[in-house]
């Protein structure tokens, strides 16, 4: 049984999904176990990780315009905005989605479906860098 560990920075534009299915599988290939697990852990508690549909771009939108309606930009609503009115809103929708991925790696290749891809979330809405931590175990 083989481990593989790293952190791997993303500069994210604000607020949206972004795709980091290539750097992923990048890392994960230049591994070169043929079984396993990858576990993909997002540091953050204003930006998660998502498996979503990577073919149509209304899918991201649609979300993005789902997440709004149920964890707005309100100060009325919330105590905590120590860095502004999008800080309490990112962690809700962080708490929503989930900061950690479990992908199996079968035959030297990530398991993702046809139309699968691994998004950073970010729910900030200024640029920031992001770091994932990958931890591959297989062999």
Same mark, same amino acid.
């Given at each position: 049984?083989?481990?593989?560990?790293?952190?791997?920075?993303?500069?994210?534009?604000?607020?949206?999904?972004?795709?980091?299915?290539?750097?992923?599988?990048?890392?994960?290939?230049?591994?070169? &176990?043929?079984?396993? $697990?990858? #576990?993909?852990?997002?540091?953050?508690?204003?930006?998660?990780? /998502? %498996?979503?549909?990577?073919? =149509?771009?209304?899918?991201?939108?649609?979300?993005?315009?789902?997440?709004?309606?149920?964890?707005?930009?309100?100060?009325?609503?919330?105590?905590?905005?120590?860095?502004?009115?999008?800080? &309490?809103?990112?962690? $809700?929708? #962080?708490?929503?989605?989930?900061?950690?991925?479990?992908?199996? /790696? %079968?035959?030297?290749?990530? =398991?993702?479906?046809?139309?699968?891809?691994?998004?950073?979330?970010?729910?900030?809405?200024?640029?920031?860098?992001?770091?994932?931590?990958?931890?591959?175990?297989?062999?």
């Amino acid at each position: 049984m083989r481990q593989a560990t790293t952190l791997l920075p993303v500069d994210t534009p604000g607020r949206g999904l972004l795709e980091v299915t290539d750097r992923i599988v990048d890392w994960a290939r230049a591994q070169t &176990m043929t079984e396993g $697990l990858l #576990t993909v852990f997002c540091r953050h508690t204003s930006a998660s990780l /998502l %498996i979503q549909e990577n073919a =149509a771009p209304e899918v991201r939108q649609d979300l993005e315009a789902f997440f709004a309606e149920i964890a707005p930009e309100d100060p009325a609503r919330y105590a905590h905005d120590d860095e502004g009115p999008d800080d &309490m809103p990112a962690h $809700l929708r #962080t708490a929503l989605t989930g900061v950690n991925l479990s992908i199996p /790696l %079968i035959g030297g290749r990530l =398991a993702l479906g046809t139309w699968q891809g691994v998004y950073l979330f970010e729910h900030r809405r200024r640029p920031h860098r992001r770091e994932l931590a990958l931890h591959l175990i297989g062999g």
